[in-house]
């Protein structure tokens, strides 16, 4: 089972990994919106916004998400890990009810890009 740290360095890196990507991608990732990460088997909720191409934690939260992000994912720690590691497929794991995604028509729309 991941560990809060490892989701943590896996949120960063998948920040580093989008403010590093070009063309399509670039362009879904330049959204200024509030985000929650709720990780399920530790119970803990990473918030913050994405912005300026990227992911900024703000806060590391006990429990599901005191307040209604524009993006919100929910997901085990492990699949976290495995899906910026590159070993879990996003749009699988998300028809499969793995991982959560909720957010507004238009910012879905945007965030395919990213999968």
Excluded: Q, Y
Excluded at 33 to 52: E, K, N, P, Y
């Amino acid at each position: 089972m991941a560990t809060t740290e490892e989701c943590r360095a896996a949120l960063d890196k998948l920040s580093d990994n989008m403010r590093g990507a070009e063309g399509d991608v670039r362009s879904a990732t330049e959204l200024d919106r509030s985000v929650s990460c709720h990780i399920t088997d530790l119970d803990v909720t990473f918030a913050g916004r994405m912005a300026d191409g990227g992911i900024d934690v703000r806060e590391t939260l006990e429990g599901p998400p005191r307040e209604r992000a524009e993006i919100r994912l929910a997901m085990t720690g492990d699949d976290l890990v495995a899906l910026v590691g590159g070993e879990l497929n996003f749009a699988k794991a998300w028809g499969s009810g793995r991982v959560k995604l909720e957010a507004g028509l238009r910012d879905l729309f945007r965030l395919r890009k990213l999968l």
